[in-house]
């Protein structure tokens, strides 16, 4: 009772607030809008409610009557989706459709470039064009909040700046290539356990911060045609029917001028969710057919309201120009262009966490080098739940290893454990035993066979990590731990052969605590995509630099991460402060750990760390991570200095402009990501201790030199005023924080804002 007083309260006071705001974008899509009035005015009821629900699994209706061609919609966001079924799961089982895999959110992230992630958008909707699709379902943009979360893989990184940037150029890439974006998923989809019923709790300031950012960036700065409301709760209404995150802060505040689709099977209601600004029901009509006709003629919904739905349909409509039947389905396999793009990402994505004069591998005496580990051969564009890609191939980090070394090494190959496979369905008591005993059996023998062939190797390739079957959608790792006991094994080859470079093919954080120590070199080569094998060989063999950056921070211990330090995750806390100025009573909950653990609703996720996600709660809380948010080395070193900045005091409209020299003091061409956080001196509310708010990847030749300059607006560091609901500047000093990760703060200079 007391929880639905606070829901009830949060939507009002918000409601409120989204009234007040002034619209910031102007979406080129109302361009149509006359046209449009033409075709509404000859269109039935009946015809307008056809197109806000599923005519098929992918497809929603048109009006063929009036030439208006059906919408196609293909999964996103890492290869186009494989040709399904009308109307169920399965795919067609046809040969032409192989798409390319590009490297998943989180690789495409640690590459820290927007110019890249501009061209993968070209690359995706090329592929879509090729299979005739109006509109990706993607890219998927959530916040990483929880180390553990199911679709880590997918989303793109624990900062919202980062996040923004390429969530942005991604939307660019696609749409100037003439298919519509998808945002998902529209909002706080941060975790894939309960991700159906778990209601996210949450105060305006975090989520406006951190989680909507890169949403409203892809729609502001990139004009986002589409978006997809998400599974869960936000603040007590579901995401389809959510008032606040639709109409009122996309739609009136944003100036968003598309259509929401929901997530499939995420629709829970007809006039609310109608009225609360939904486009499309998928993939069925249970609430958007007869019962919206229904209930326009009972008058419990205006057509008006119809008409503006379809209204932004059409716009997206007529946007996207349908593939003449003549031109599609010609060629619509992976093609090479699209290739280049994906092995260009997965070059740049490749994260070097540890070299002790280890790599580039040194090859001149023909080594024998033993390649351990399942991850060697698995294939990452499928597995598990949800969409993969029918790659046309995908090269494994051993036929990687194999294309580039070719008779340079000896290579050997074993494969260490039993890798983790997703598989459908429940199974008795007696398959699970029976299938334990086995497994147990097939993994002695394999750690056997690794340690003989460990023993007599000069240098050891474990390739390891998480897979597709561990990482899934629709639910979320129980831990961070090396599955499969790759930790155990790694042990046991260390006691017979200490030379080892350990390569995680994994999409999400990993526990290092036994792997560090254990491995000479160590790198995150991510879930790569369809020349993930051969990218990753470059880098190992030195054909080029690793040049990646972790985006997400990898913590010590899972539990040291803050929505597991609050229990936030999947229930938790609601401490009495976060909603203080939202509801008048917030006495409620505040309980030790323990209690909260048993006793909540394990549908309601408090997110009671507000805005400290990610580096932002390790920074501010002291923590020590395992590796920091923007960390990687490369084959060489670098030089920062002489941080300059073109003014001391800044206006609420200009831009602070950083420069710096960064010279290139090693002996490899390389890439470095250059980071600038900023640190508030003496501000008036509360703030993390740093956040990131520019960054460049900057390339250099041995020996050379160049002066970089970060502009950061200060309109770019406003906040969220809770009480006023609106964007305000705090006008403090700042220290500027130059460095290489946000562990690695190299250079300092502090400046005033006026
Ligand atoms: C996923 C979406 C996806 C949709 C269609 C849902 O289960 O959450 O990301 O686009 O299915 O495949």
Known sequence: MKLKKIFMLTALVTILAGFAKAQTHKSALLQYDKQIDGILSQMTLEEKVNMLHAKHMFISAGVERLGIADMLYADGPFGIREEMQPDSWAGLGWENDKATFFPTGSALAATWSPE???????????????????????????????????????????????????????????????????????????????????????????????????????????????????????????????????????????????????????????????????????????????????????????????????????????????????????????????????????????????????????????????????????????????????????????????????DKAEIVYAQGYVPVVFTWGRKSPEQLEKEANEKEIKSAELSKEALEVAAKADIILFIGGNNRSVETEGSDRKDIFLPSGQDELIKKIAAVNPNIVTVLTSGAPNDLNVVKPLSKALLISWFNGTEGGNALADVLVGNISPSGRLPFTLPVKLEDSPAYALGNYPQGVKKADVFANLVAETETVDKPKDETAKGNDPNTAYYSEESLVGYRWFDTKKLPVMYPFGYGLTYTTFEYKNLKTDKAKYGKNDVIAVSFDLKNTGKMAADEVVQAYIHRINPSVEWPEKELKAFSRVALNPGESKTVTLEIPVKNLQYWNEKKHAWEDDLCNLELQVGASAGDVILKKEVGLK
């Open 116 to 406: 890249l992630a501009y061209k993968y958008g070209t690359g995706m909707a090329k592929e879509a064009r090729l299979r005739g699709k109006d509109m990706l379902l993607g890219p998927a943009i959530n916040i990483q909040r929880i180390p553990t979360g199911g679709r880590t893989y997918e989303y793109l990184s624990e900062d919202p700046y980062l996040s923004s940037l390429l969530s942005v150029q991604y939307t660019k890439g696609v749409q100037d290539n003439g298919v519509a974006v998808c945002l998902k998923h529209y909002a706080l989809n941060n975790q894939e356990n309960n991700r159906g019923t778990v209601n996210v709790i949450i105060g305006e300031r975090a989520m406006r911060e951190i989680y909507l950012s890169p949403f409203r960036a892809a729609v502001e700065e990139a004009d986002a045609y589409g978006i997809m409301p998400a599974y869960n709760k936000v603040n007590g209404f579901w995401c389809a029917e959510n008032d606040i995150l639709l109409n009122q802060i996309l739609r009136k505040e944003w100036g968003f001028g598309g259509m929401a689709i929901s997530d499939w099977g995420g629709t829970h209601s007809t006039v609310g969710s109608l009225n609360a600004g939904l486009n499309v029901e998928m993939p069925t009509k249970q609430f958007m057919g007869q019962a919206l006709i229904d209930s326009v003629i009972a008058g419990k919904v205006a057509e008006e309201v119809v008409n503006q739905r379809v209204r932004e349909i059409l716009r997206v409509r007529l946007a996207i120009k349908p593939i003449p039947a003549n031109e599609a389905n010609k060629e619509m396999t992976s093609q090479p262009r699209q290739q280049k793009i994906a092995y260009e990402v997965a070059c740049k994505s490749i994260v070097l966490l540890k070299n002790e004069d280890t790599l580039p591998l040194k090859l001149k005496n023909k080594p024998v080098i033993a390649v351990i580990g399942a991850n060697a051969m698995q294939i990452m564009g499928s597995g598990g739940l949800g969409a993969g890609v029918k790659t046309l191939y995908e090269v494994t980090p051993l036929e990687g290893l194999k294309n580039r070394i070719g």
